[in-house]
């Protein structure tokens, strides 16, 4: 078992030490994965403005016992 994750350790290594295949072609985030992130972080924060004081209340009406 310990060879096993030797060899899983040793390739995760070098699998993060090796350069991209198009190492041009990567420059970071792409404009479709700014735009999701973008689109999550507007419904995170819709989320809890709507919700938000709900959920502060029900918090403080918690008792444990």
Do not use: C, H
Not at 14 to 28: I, K, V
Not at 33 to 51: E, H, R, Y
């Amino acid at each position: 078992m310990r060879i096993f994750f030797q060899a899983w350790w040793a390739r995760y290594v070098l699998w993060a030490a090796s350069r991209p295949d198009d190492a041009e072609r990567d420059r970071g985030d792409t404009t479709q994965n700014v735009i999701w992130i973008a689109f999550f972080a507007a419904l995170a924060l819709t989320v809890i403005g709507i919700f938000g004081p709900k959920i502060l209340d029900a918090a403080k009406s918690v008792a444990f016992k």
